[in-house]
């Protein structure tokens, strides 16, 4: 994709109290889902409330590259024609996944098992990020990859002729490690088997069983045992997508710091995959209240109202909750910097594998911003200057990572000074209306650099 190509500067002002209703755009995880499990579909799947980011949009394209029909009806609304298990085309082109691991990961699995040879790239932040996690498992079902130094893209995949289903163990909690087997199990015959330590987001297994495949999981000692039926005639489904928990986030923590915020963000998913932060938060202190629980999309959610919480402490949090709250690191360290005392996020590692190194990316912008941090290679620790306490005065470098921009805008609209992120421009990945939603509140956001 092109976005990234011009910079574009923004700064964040302390701003007045955050109040109104924030409309949360779908969720990234189940639009790339949605598309793809519906080109693996024979017929028309209907997707509504489809998150209409970059990083969506770059799989939709890939989709008609590999022989789906892809189009939009209306804003958020989709429909694919899929040519189901097996039946992708060769594409006649590299596939460019933009800034999305997501995308080119759950893809390369999708197209592993098919006699066809694909190439894949992607932004200068996703060219940068780790294949070998993905290209190793397919390797196990006769697929070859021949990338970069590292496992980098670009890379091109051959897929297996003659496919035989896999049992892996994932080294890693990685959800896209376990969606990418578990799509390229989808053509090979037999049980794929993946077994996953820690629970990670379980949208793929959720989803499949939607599209009409056997997909078991069995809790054991060794952890999740997650076994997949091959070849099944995926049928096609309407997917109506709920709201993002990790784009929730934003507006949420926003709300939390700037003094006399009073907002509410409705169908916030209460995926227990997907509620960490969200179970962080109350712990800190936060006055959230979960209103109005209920299924939409097939995602438990509820109503959040927020309000600004003067008396948030610093904790440490569970390592084991990193897998569910995985995206949300870089938003809980700026809600750390304005509680008071230390909050300690270890197990992290992963976050250096992201979009940008995100233990990296804002320990420096925080420490621009006047906070004192401490890191290594797998923790964070951010010191509280209570509400209102940080300085500010920054601008921060968002490596080409959305989630990066948007915390430190947030960041600004709680400081003394305000906060300048160098390139605002990957928010369109994943949050498309989040300068027009936040102002809409009551944030200050100005697109210039100060
Ligand atoms: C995702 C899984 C997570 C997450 C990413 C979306 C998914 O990545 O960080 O934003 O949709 O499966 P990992 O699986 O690499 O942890």
Same mark, same amino acid.
């Given at each position: 994709?092109?976005?990234?190509?011009?910079?574009?500067?923004?700064?964040?002002?302390?701003?007045?109290?955050?109040?109104?209703?924030?409309?949360?755009?779908?969720? +990234?995880?189940?639009?790339?889902?949605?598309?793809?499990?519906?080109?693996?579909?024979?017929?028309?799947?209907?997707?509504?409330?489809?998150?209409?980011?970059?990083?969506?949009?770059?799989?939709?394209?890939?989709?008609?590259?590999?022989?789906?029909?892809?189009?939009?009806?209306?804003?958020?609304?989709?429909?694919?024609h899929?040519?189901?298990?097996?039946?992708?085309?060769?594409?006649?082109?590299?596939?460019d996944?933009?800034?999305?691991?997501?995308?080119?990961?759950?893809?390369?699995?999708?197209?592993?098992?098919?006699?066809?040879?694909a190439?894949?790239?992607?932004?200068?932040?996703?060219?940068?990020?780790?294949?070998?996690?993905?290209?190793?498992?397919?390797?196990?079902?006769?697929?070859?990859?021949?990338?970069?130094?590292?496992?980098?893209?670009?890379?091109?995949?051959?897929?297996?002729?003659?496919?035989?289903?896999?049992?892996?163990?994932?080294?890693?909690?990685?959800?896209?490690? +376990?969606?990418?087997?578990?799509?390229?199990?989808?053509?090979?015959?037999?049980?794929?088997?993946v077994?996953?330590r820690?629970?990670?987001?379980?949208?793929?297994?959720?989803?499949?069983?939607?599209f009409?495949?056997?997909?078991?999981?069995?809790?054991?000692? !060794?952890?999740?045992?997650?076994?997949?039926?091959?070849?099944?005639?995926?049928?096609?489904?309407?997917?109506?997508?709920?709201?993002?928990?990790?784009s929730?986030?934003?507006?949420?923590?926003?709300?939390?710091?700037?003094?006399?915020?009073?907002?509410?963000?409705?169908?916030?998913?209460?995926?227990?995959?997907?509620?960490?932060?969200?179970?962080?938060?109350?712990?800190?202190?936060?006055?959230?209240?979960?209103?109005?629980?209920?299924?939409?999309?097939?995602?438990?959610?509820?109503?959040?109202?927020?309000?600004?919480?003067?008396?948030?402490?610093?904790?440490?949090?569970?390592?084991?909750?990193?897998?569910?709250?995985?995206?949300?690191?870089?938003?809980?360290?700026?809600?750390?910097?304005?509680?008071?005392?230390?909050?300690?996020?270890?197990?992290?590692? !992963?976050?250096?594998? +992201?979009?940008?190194?995100?233990?990296?990316?804002?320990?420096?912008?925080?420490?621009?911003?006047?906070?004192?941090? !401490?890191?290594?290679?797998?923790?964070?620790?951010v010191?509280?200057m209570?509400?209102?306490?940080?300085?500010?005065?920054?601008t921060?470098?968002?490596?080409?990572?959305?989630?990066?921009?948007?915390?430190?805008?947030?960041?600004?609209?709680?400081? +003394?000074?305000?906060?300048?992120?160098?390139?605002?421009?990957?928010?369109?990945?994943s949050?498309?209306?989040?300068?027009?939603?936040?102002?809409?509140?009551?944030?200050?956001?100005?697109?210039?650099?100060?």
């Open positions: 994709m092109s976005a990234h190509a011009s910079a574009q500067p923004m700064t964040a002002l302390k701003s007045g109290p955050l109040r109104g209703t924030a409309l949360i755009p779908g969720d +990234k995880s189940i639009s790339h889902r949605a598309l793809i499990f519906g080109a693996m579909a024979v017929g028309e799947t209907r997707i509504t409330g489809l998150l209409e980011g970059q990083d969506v949009l770059d799989t939709a394209s890939a989709m008609r590259a590999f022989g789906a029909e892809v189009t939009q009806a209306g804003p958020g609304d989709w429909s694919v899929g040519v189901g298990v097996g039946g992708f085309r060769e594409p006649a082109d590299v596939i996944c933009g800034n999305s691991g997501t995308g080119v990961r759950l893809i390369m699995g999708c197209m592993a098992t098919t006699a066809m040879t190439t894949f790239t992607g932004d200068a932040s996703l060219r940068k990020r780790p294949m070998g996690r993905v290209t190793e498992p397919l390797s196990l079902f006769g697929a070859q990859a021949y990338g970069r130094h590292g496992g980098r893209l670009p890379m091109t995949v051959v897929g297996a002729a003659n496919p035989v289903p896999v049992r892996y163990a994932l080294p890693v909690a990685s959800a896209q490690v +376990k969606s990418a087997v578990l799509l390229a199990g989808l053509n090979a015959p037999g049980e794929t088997v077994i996953e820690e629970a990670t987001r379980d949208h793929s297994e959720r989803m499949l069983r939607g009409g495949a056997e997909v078991t999981l069995e809790k054991t000692a !060794e952890g999740n045992v997650i076994t997949l039926v091959g070849q099944p005639d995926l049928r096609p489904q309407t997917v109506a997508v709920p709201r993002d928990p990790s929730a986030a934003f507006p949420v923590s926003a709300a939390l710091i700037v003094e006399g915020s009073d907002i509410l963000v409705p169908g916030v998913s209460q995926n227990l995959t997907r509620n960490g932060l969200y179970l962080t938060l109350v712990e800190m202190g936060a006055e959230i209240d979960f209103q109005n629980p209920r299924t939409e999309g097939g995602e438990p959610v509820a109503d959040l109202r927020v309000r600004f919480s003067g008396n948030m402490k610093g904790i440490e949090v569970p390592p084991e909750r990193a897998p569910s709250m995985i995206d949300e690191y870089p938003i809980l360290s700026v809600v750390a910097a304005f509680a008071t005392g230390r909050t300690v996020m270890r197990g992290v590692k !992963e976050l250096r594998v +992201k979009e940008s190194d995100r233990i990296d990316a804002m320990a420096r912008g925080l420490e621009a911003s006047g906070v004192r941090v !401490e890191e290594d290679a797998d923790t964070l620790i010191y509280g209570g509400p209102g306490g940080v300085p500010g005065g920054a921060c470098a968002t490596h080409l990572d959305h989630r990066i921009a948007m915390s430190f805008l947030v960041c600004g609209m709680a400081a +003394k000074k305000p906060v300048s992120v160098d390139d605002a421009s990957p928010i369109v990945t949050f498309p209306i989040f300068e027009g939603l936040m102002t809409g509140l009551g944030a200050t956001l100005s697109r210039d650099s100060r």
